[in-house]
């Protein structure tokens, strides 16, 4: 999801059952194309594609702290862009998202302290967080009908939002523990924890679990692949948690820092910095092999990818160099031919 890539630091580390860290079998680097899109928005954050109803296309947010947060709507023919902004003013919008088959678009809204929603009129109502101060960060579609769930980052809670605006939240750990990203599987919610260095499961019903996920500090985000095994990365590694509390961790070569994961087969893609400032989107399968695909300008990192009809990936970017112009969407094609 992410996004604003800050990092916190790791306060705690509980015991796995079993820990097994694995070197990559092979790196390659198979073709892929790279295509930029400037854009007028100034810092491009979550990213989704709506593949139907009027709100079809893909979408994203600007996170700013002045009249431009907001939500706009984006095409790449000519990279035209429609700008709705956020009715609270500096409301730094976030992560977007919808429930499956459903109108609405949902989005976070982390310096406003609200839950926003944009419906097919493109008007986009907001639903204040009871908790103040909540920074809400990530949003997904739950387990449960029309109801969309995210992380308050700065609250240790996991809130719940029904059709109807209503929001329940559930404590899932001390402020500090920064619940990051999340997402449904099996019923239930697995989120990341950046501050204790955890992921965590918690029911409809409120019943959390935590489970270790080795050293080093995780960036955030969290995915899924076909086997139902959770992925999300560290610094220079990623961790694989079975459902039974078991976890792989594969390292991930000269790189330094990750941003965005996304499912694929039995594996994923991850947004990447190597150590000489080469951005890149990796591939990562279950035996820990890893394939790159290098963006064609440096200092660059995917930070929110989206999957679009075709089978490429509609991303927004991070920099990591100051001042670095960050204002546009990119779009990697893979070549059909490329390794598995």
Not at 53 to 75: I, Q, Y
Not at 94 to 123: C, H, M, Q, V
Not at 145 to 160: L, P, Q, V, Y
Not at 305 to 316: E, L
Request: aromatic share 10%.
């Amino acid at each position: 999801m992410n996004q604003m890539f800050w990092k916190l630091a790791v306060f705690g580390i509980i015991a796995l059952r079993f820990i097994a860290t694995t070197e990559p079998a092979c790196a390659g680097r198979p073709s892929g194309k790279f295509t930029n899109y400037p854009v007028p928005q100034a810092s491009p954050h979550g990213i989704v594609y709506f593949g139907a109803g009027p709100l079809k296309g893909v979408w994203f947010t600007n996170s700013t702290r002045d009249a431009k947060s907001g939500a706009v709507e984006f095409s790449s023919k000519g990279a035209k862009t429609t700008f709705h902004t956020t009715p609270t003013a500096a409301a730094v919008a976030g992560s977007i998202n919808f429930y499956s088959g459903k109108e609405p678009l949902w989005f976070t809204e982390t310096g406003a302290n609200k839950i926003a929603r944009i419906d097919a009129s493109r008007k986009i109502t907001e639903f204040a967080i009871p908790t103040a101060g909540s920074r809400p960060f990530d949003i997904q579609h739950g387990p449960d009908d029309d109801c969309m769930w995210f992380t308050e980052s700065g609250a240790g809670k996991i809130g719940r939002i029904d059709s109807t605006g209503k929001i329940t939240e559930f404590t899932v750990g001390k402020a500090d523990d920064a619940p990051t990203s999340l997402m449904a599987q099996d019923g239930v919610i697995w989120f990341t924890e950046v501050g204790s260095g955890q992921i965590g499961r918690l029911t409809t019903a409120g019943e959390v679990k935590h489970f270790a996920a080795g050293k080093g500090r995780l960036t955030g985000d969290i995915t899924n692949s076909n086997d139902g095994a959770l992925w999300a990365p560290k610094l220079s590694s990623v961790v694989r948690l079975k459902t039974d509390g078991t976890l792989d961790e594969f390292q991930l070569p000269n790189v330094v820092n990750t941003g965005a994961i996304f499912g694929h087969e039995d594996g994923v893609y991850i947004g990447a910095m190597k150590a000489d400032g080469q951005g890149a989107i990796l591939s990562v399968d279950s035996s820990g092999k890893v394939h790159e695909y290098n963006l064609p300008r440096k200092y660059l990192m995917p930070a929110a990818m989206a999957i679009d009809p075709d089978g490429g990936f509609f991303m927004t970017v991070s920099s990591s160099r100051p001042g670095q112009s960050v204002s546009m969407i990119w779009r990697l094609q893979l070549d059909a031919k490329k390794q598995k």
